[in-house]
């Protein structure tokens, strides 16, 4: 089932180590419905991560993560249940779909490039948790600058002849009353009456001279980080450029948190957090299953899982911020299997997965508690769009029945979509309140399982429609 919902604040509240494997199933248990099993299995996976760190290094050092294999139709919550684990984890997670590499020599991405994305997600993730502790900093250095914009220094005056002391009681006279007016500045800064007053400020450019790089490696394995190269080449090039305080404020807030943030540091602890605490989502594995035929498209599937082989078992990739070991990266890994099994992967490959769990199709029951049980279930959602026009929407009980069970007669007389079916049967049924909404400002609509048939039925009945449509 996928229901991307955002994060709460009682989820970063909760402290990781103190989770047992029944929490961390009551969690995701907030956000997918049904999978017991793969629940389980994820639970357990993290569980023993936080066991690992408290061993001896010696001995943590051997032990090795216990991939997963999750087997089940489109829909179901395979992706959703590691994209949930991953945030509760507040672990760097990167989903990709197997299919998109093949072996050398074919045209697809090199599969190294997904330890390198998910060394870019975690650089990102330390930066955005280091902005939190600069900000403030950051905030007060920018309004300095702005205040210098607005009100430039005075130099104090220089005599030759004149007596020291009249000098400086000139010069204190001054600096009180320009200090008074830079307070009167900042006081009304803060207060926002100087937003829509124009500044000129220094910015940096970002365009740099148009070159060529001929190589016969891929970009992606060539070990060079362009962005930071550029400006050593070419110079950090600044122009004048004249925009309101509000918007000179917040570039300066910006330009403030990148001189704050040591990046040496966030990179290293990003590379850290990647191979201690990374999780990969390999979608479509059942995609690549299969032996070498020898002929026809089919003749690279094996040479694809030979290259992913050793990512899984453990090797070190080469990144532009430095080397970083995959031994102790979670990999989960995803498929229908509906027309290949497991045991059609290399049994190298196979090995590398010690843990299967099967998920089950979603039941009519399935569907209903998908409505209305999830923190943010899609009839929490409709209901907040909704009312952000002003109008009130409500589901009856026998409503939420009639849209599972219109989603669950599709699904089996159609392509069986899991859970995503619920979306297309919600806005076919909601489509006339959408488009109407802004016109019906402080009106009350109740959807039952009248108005959900009035919406549906004809659609439904005609199977070749709805295969178009629903």
Same mark, same amino acid.
């Given at each position: 089932? +996928?229901?991307?919902?955002?994060?709460?604040?009682?989820?970063? *509240?909760?402290?990781?180590?103190?989770?047992?494997?029944?929490?961390?199933?009551?969690?995701? $248990?907030?956000?997918?419905?049904?999978?017991?099993?793969?629940?389980?299995?994820?639970?357990?996976?993290?569980?023993? =991560?936080?066991?690992?760190?408290?061993?001896?290094?010696?001995?943590?050092?051997?032990?090795?993560?216990?991939?997963?294999?999750?087997?089940?139709?489109?829909?179901?919550?395979?992706?959703?249940?590691? =994209?949930? #684990?991953?945030?509760?984890?507040?672990?760097?997670? #990167? &989903?990709?779909? +197997?299919?998109?590499? @093949?072996?050398?020599?074919?045209?697809?991405?090199?599969?190294?490039?997904?330890?390198? $994305?998910?060394?870019?997600?975690?650089?990102?993730?330390?930066?955005?948790?280091?902005?939190?502790?600069?900000?403030?900093?950051?905030?007060?250095?920018?309004?300095?600058?702005?205040? $210098?914009?607005?009100?430039?220094?005075?130099?104090?005056?220089?005599?030759?002849? !004149?007596?020291?002391?009249?000098?400086?009681?000139?010069?204190?006279?001054?600096?009180?009353?320009?200090?008074?007016?830079?307070?009167?500045?900042?006081?009304?800064?803060?207060?926002? &009456? /100087?937003?829509?007053?124009?500044?000129?400020?220094?910015?940096?450019?970002?365009?740099?001279?148009?070159?060529?790089?001929?190589?016969? *490696?891929?970009?992606?394995?060539?070990?060079?980080?362009?962005?930071?190269?550029?400006?050593?080449?070419?110079? *950090? =090039?600044?122009?004048?450029? &004249?925009?309101?305080?509000?918007?000179?404020?917040?570039? #300066?807030?910006?330009?403030?948190?990148?001189?704050?943030?040591?990046?040496?540091?966030?990179?290293?602890?990003?590379? $850290?957090?990647?191979?201690?605490?990374?999780?990969?989502? #390999?979608?479509?594995?059942?995609?690549?299953?299969?032996?070498?035929?020898?002929?026809?498209?089919?003749?690279?599937?094996?040479?694809?899982?030979?290259? %992913?082989?050793?990512?899984?078992?453990?090797?070190?990739?080469? @990144?532009?911020?430095?080397?970083?070991?995959?031994?102790? %990266?979670?990999?989960? +890994?995803?498929?229908?299997?509906?027309?290949?099994?497991?045991?059609? /992967?290399?049994?190298?490959?196979?090995?590398?997965?010690?843990?299967?769990?099967?998920?089950?199709?979603?039941?009519? !029951?399935?569907?209903?508690?998908?409505?209305?049980?999830?923190?943010?279930? /899609?009839? &929490? *959602?409709?209901?907040?769009?909704?009312?952000?026009?002003?109008?009130?929407?409500?589901?009856?009980?026998? !409503?939420?029945?009639?849209?599972?069970?219109?989603?669950?007669?599709?699904?089996?007389?159609?392509?069986?979509?899991? +859970?995503?079916?619920?979306?297309?049967?919600?806005?076919?049924?909601?489509?006339?309140?959408?488009?109407?909404?802004?016109?019906?400002?402080?009106?009350?609509?109740?959807?039952? !399982?009248?108005?959900?048939?009035?919406?549906?039925?004809?659609?439904?009945?005609?199977?070749?429609?709805?295969?178009?449509?629903?």
């Amino acid at each position: 089932m +996928a229901i991307y919902l955002p994060g709460t604040v009682e989820e970063e *509240q909760v402290s990781l180590d103190e989770l047992t494997p029944r929490e961390i199933v009551a969690e995701l $248990d907030k956000h997918v419905i049904g999978q017991k099993d793969a629940k389980r299995a994820v639970a357990i996976a993290l569980r023993n =991560r936080m066991r690992r760190q408290k061993l001896t290094p010696e001995l943590s050092e051997e032990v090795i993560p216990k991939n997963i294999i999750m087997i089940g139709p489109t829909g179901v919550g395979k992706t959703e249940i590691a =994209r949930r #684990l991953a945030k509760l984890a507040n672990s760097p997670f #990167l &989903k990709v779909e +197997a299919s998109k590499f @093949t072996e050398v020599g074919y045209v697809g991405r090199d599969v190294e490039s997904m330890i390198r $994305d998910l060394v870019e997600i975690a650089i990102e993730m330390v930066r955005e948790e280091k902005l939190e502790d600069v900000t403030d900093k950051a905030e007060l250095n920018a309004e300095e600058r702005l205040l $210098d914009i607005l009100l430039p220094p005075v130099a104090p005056p220089r005599t030759e002849t !004149a007596t020291a002391g009249f000098v400086l009681e000139g010069t204190t006279s001054s600096g009180d009353s320009q200090s008074r007016t830079r307070e009167k500045l900042r006081q009304q800064l803060r207060e926002g &009456k /100087l937003d829509e007053r124009m500044v000129e400020i220094d910015v940096r450019e970002r365009n740099f001279p148009s070159f060529e790089i001929i190589s016969n *490696q891929g970009v992606e394995e060539m070990d060079v980080n362009i962005k930071d190269m550029l400006p050593n080449i070419f110079g *950090q =090039r600044t122009k004048k450029r &004249k925009m309101k305080v509000n918007e000179a404020f917040d570039y #300066l807030i910006q330009e403030e948190e990148q001189r704050l943030i040591d990046m040496d540091q966030v990179t290293r602890t990003a590379i $850290d957090r990647v191979e201690d605490a990374g999780i990969i989502f #390999l979608d479509e594995i059942d995609k690549i299953a299969g032996r070498e035929s020898g002929h026809g498209p089919d003749v690279s599937r094996e040479g694809v899982q030979r290259d %992913i082989l050793p990512i899984v078992e453990g090797t070190t990739v080469n @990144t532009r911020y430095g080397m970083v070991r995959t031994d102790h %990266i979670l990999f989960v +890994a995803a498929g229908a299997f509906h027309v290949s099994k497991p045991s059609d /992967l290399i049994p190298e490959l196979q090995g590398r997965f010690p843990i299967r769990v099967e998920l089950q199709s979603l039941t009519m !029951a399935d569907f209903i508690r998908i409505l209305t049980e999830p923190k943010s279930s /899609l009839v &929490k *959602q409709y209901t907040a769009l909704l009312e952000t026009e002003g109008v009130k929407l409500e589901f009856t009980s026998d !409503a939420l029945e009639e849209i599972a069970r219109f989603a669950f007669r599709v699904n089996e007389g159609t392509e069986n979509i899991g +859970a995503r079916r619920l979306h297309t049967i919600m806005e076919r049924v909601l489509d006339e309140i959408s488009f109407d909404a802004p016109d019906k400002k402080g009106e009350h609509f109740k959807v039952d !399982a009248d108005y959900v048939r009035h919406m549906l039925a004809d659609i439904v009945k005609d199977q070749d429609l709805s295969r178009y449509i629903l």
